[in-house]
C-alpha cells in the first residue's frame, strides 16, 4: 500500500509541475499576447513529461482564443497563429479539429484570418500523413488548392486521393472530376461550398460558408441576366433600360432577387450589379483563371 501511495504522490506531484509550468507560459502569454515564449512544439513535447495531449489540448484552446481575439479586436495581424497551430499538431498529431479549424483560420484573408494559404496547406498535409482515414483531410486540401491558389490541377488530385479511402463519401469522385473538366466553374464552386456548410456544426463556419454560397448564386443570376441583356441588344438594336424592360419582352419570369431579397440592377452597357443596399457579398473572381500545370 505505501509503495503505491507513494506512486500516486510522485505522480501528482509530477502533474502539478507540469500545470505549474503550463500556468506560468499561459501567464506570461497574456501578459505579452505579441509573444511566444515556447515556440518548439518538440520541447513542449518533451518538458510535458507524458501529458503531451493535454498541453495540446491548452494550446489548441489558446489558439481559439488568440484567433477569436484578433477577430474581436479587428487586428489584421495574425503572426502567431501558425506557430501556435504547429505547436498543437506538434503535441498532438491526432487532434483533427486543430487541421479542419487551423487550415481556415490560416487561409481566411484578412480580417478574418492569417491569408496563408500555403501555411495552410502544409498543415492539412501534415494531419493527412499522421491520420491518413480521415479523408475529410483530403477535401479541405483539395477547397485550398481550389478556391484560394486556383490551382485545379493539384484540387483534382487531392479529391482524386481522398475519394480513394473506402470512408470517403461519392462526391469526392464528382469533385475530381468536376474541377478536371471545368476548373474554377462557378457551379463547382456553389457545390463546394455547400459541402463546406453541410459538413460542420460550428456556427462561425456556417456563416462565412452561407456567405460565399450566396455570393456565387448571385453571380449565376448576374450572369442569366446578362446574357438575356444581351439577347434583348440583339433584338431590338440597344440596351434594355431596365431589367422591367426584359420582363416586359418575356426575356425573365420576373424581377430576379439576391439572398438578402434585394433586386438586382442592370447597368446601361447591360451588365448586372447588386442593389447598392444588399448585404450579399462579391468575393468570386468573375473569369476563373484556367486550369495550370502543377509547378515543377
Known amino acids: 500500500m505505501a509503495p503505491t501511495l507513494g506512486l500516486l504522490l510522485a505522480a501528482w506531484g509530477a502533474s502539478a509541475l507540469v500545470q505549474m509550468s503550463v500556468d506560468r507560459e499561459m501567464a506570461r502569454y497574456r501578459e505579452s499576447p505579441e509573444i511566444l515564449w515556447i515556440s518548439s512544439g518538440k520541447v513542449l513535447r518533451t518538458l510535458s513529461l507524458g501529458h503531451q495531449s493535454l498541453l495540446a489540448d491548452v494550446y489548441w484552446t489558446r489558439t481559439v482564443q488568440y484567433y477569436g481575439s484578433r477577430l474581436r479586436d479587428h487586428k489584421t495581424d495574425f503572426s502567431l497563429l501558425g ?4 505547436i498543437t499538431v506538434t503535441l498532438d498529431p491526432q ?3 486543430a487541421y479542419y479549424f487551423g487550415s ?3 487561409s481566411e484573408k484578412p480580417p478574418r484570418g492569417a491569408g496563408d494559404p500555403k501555411h495552410a496547406i502544409a498543415l ?10 480521415e479523408w475529410r483531410l483530403w477535401h479541405h486540401l483539395g477547397f485550398l488548392y481550389y478556391w484560394e491558389l486556383r490551382d485545379y490541377v493539384r484540387a483534382a ?3 482524386q486521393a481522398g475519394a480513394k479511402n473506402p470512408k470517403a463519401r461519392d462526391w469526392m469522385k464528382v469533385m475530381a472530376a468536376a474541377i478536371t473538366e471545368k476548373g474554377g466553374n ?17 456556427p462561425t463556419i456556417r456563416k462565412n460558408a452561407a456567405g460565399h454560397i450566396d ?3 448571385a453571380q449565376i443570376d448576374m450572369e442569366a441576366i446578362e446574357k438575356r441583356a444581351q439577347q434583348f441588344q440583339e433584338q431590338n438594336g440597344r440596351w434594355p433600360a431596365s431589367i422591367a424592360e426584359m420582363v416586359s419582352h418575356g426575356l425573365l419570369p420576373g424581377v430576379p432577387v439576391d439572398a438578402a431579397g434585394f433586386p438586382y440592377r442592370l447597368k446601361p452597357d447591360g451588365t448586372a450589379a447588386l442593389n447598392p443596399a444588399s448585404t450579399v457579398t462579391l468575393d468570386y473572381n468573375h473569369s476563373p483563371a484556367p486550369p495550370r500545370a502543377p509547378a515543377p
Open 124 to 133: 492539412l498535409q501534415h494531419g493527412i500523413v499522421a491520420n491518413p482515414d
Open 215 to 217: 455570393g456565387i448564386k
Open 186 to 202: 462557378l457551379q463547382t464552386s456553389l457545390f463546394l461550398w455547400s459541402r463546406i456548410y453541410d459538413s460542420t456544426e460550428d
Open 157 to 159: 488530385a487531392a479529391y
Open 95 to 97: 487532434l483533427t479539429v
Open 83 to 86: 506557430p501556435l497551430l504547429d
Open 104 to 106: 481556415i483560420f490560416l
